[in-house]
């Protein structure tokens, strides 16, 4: 579910920049290469290609914005961190799930040893760094939900809407997301910096990897609502740059996003459209979307997809 959500927050993120005319000069191969940290280069790699051949992106390439916010600049550092991350918590799971915790370990028929494999720490602390990459994916996806409500260069209305209501347009959607990703921060104590000892003492130091376990996996939860919120945020910004057009793969998520949620011209309660934009995270249609987009028409995006 992290990974998916990791995959799907520059698939949004993306659609984000087209609809508030980010700059794709800070993806540059050139700038990450110089800070070669895994994660970074494949998030900036993925939004190449996310954006190669966009109208939108050609538009303003000679606009006198000298540079984005960090929310959109950033994207490969914030996301990418996240990523590098997620491959700690993978690496160390391929090796948790094919090691011997028992306890005693029988080696042969003459060496018993009555050792502490089964201790938790190994995963405790990654699922606990899992935790604080998830919730930093949301906390920098609802600044991106703010930023979309500021009218940052005028093309795209205030509150995402032209004639808002008693709802104020989108105002509520980005008060959700910061709930959220308020949550999540408050469930960012690591979990694996606590101990108590039991058993008289002989189990005095465990390592409460269970508990980094559970909270991640609310964490990710409520980061895949945040990103429904995104999507339906960027989806409506996006709208406004009509009748530019962005690239092939970005119509195609585009046109998904609207085959469940309509463009918002007035003011409407926005519950179904939350639960249908989490639905989408949930189940992977984005991704879905980029693979079969990416077959067509014979990008490499779905390698960049496939590399981790």
């Known amino acids: 579910r992290l990974q998916a959500c990791l995959s799907q927050a ?47 992106l050609n538009s303003h390439s000679h606009c006198d914005r000298v540079q984005d916010p960090y929310s959109l600049r950033c994207i490969p550092q914030v996301h990418g961190a996240s990523r590098n991350a997620w491959l700690h918590l993978r690496e160390t799971l391929e090796i948790e799930l094919n090691s011997v915790t028992d306890n005693p370990i029988i080696v042969n028929e003459e060496l018993s040893i009555s050792g502490g494999n089964f201790h938790g720490q190994p995963m405790a602390l990654p699922l606990d760094y899992a935790c604080l990459a998830a919730s930093e994916v949301g906390n920098v996806s609802d600044r991106r939900c703010y930023l979309s409500l500021t009218g940052i260069d005028g093309a795209v209305p205030k509150l995402l809407m032209q004639e808002t209501g008693t709802n104020s347009g989108f105002m509520i959607l980005q008060y959700t997301a910061a709930a959220l ?37 609310q964490v990710v939860g409520n980061l895949e609502r945040i990103l429904g919120i995104e999507l339906v945020c960027a989806a409506q910004a996006f709208d406004f740059r009509r009748p530019l057009k962005s690239s092939p793969l970005m119509e195609n998520l585009h046109a998904r996003v609207r085959e469940e949620i309509a463009f918002a011209d007035k003011d409407r309660v926005f519950a179904t459209d939350l639960d249908k934009g989490a639905e989408l995270v949930r189940e992977r249609a984005l991704i879905e979307v980029v693979k079969q987009s990416s077959q067509d028409i014979g990008t490499e995006f779905e390698g960049l997809f496939e590399k981790f």
């Not at 003492?201 to 508990?211: A, K, L, R």
């Open 181 to 217: 990703a308020s949550e999540n921060k408050s469930l960012c104590f690591p979990a694996s910096a606590d101990s108590i000892s039991t058993s008289l003492g002989q189990e005095d130091h465990v390592s409460m990897g269970s508990i980094s376990g559970r909270k991640a996996l």
């Open 10 to 56: 520059d698939l949004i993120g993306g659609m984000m920049i087209e609809g508030l005319l980010g700059s794709v000069a800070p993806f540059h191969p050139e700038l990450h290469n110089m800070r070669p940290y895994k994660g970074n280069q494949h998030v900036a790699a993925r939004i190449r290609a996310l954006l190669q051949g966009s109208e939108i």
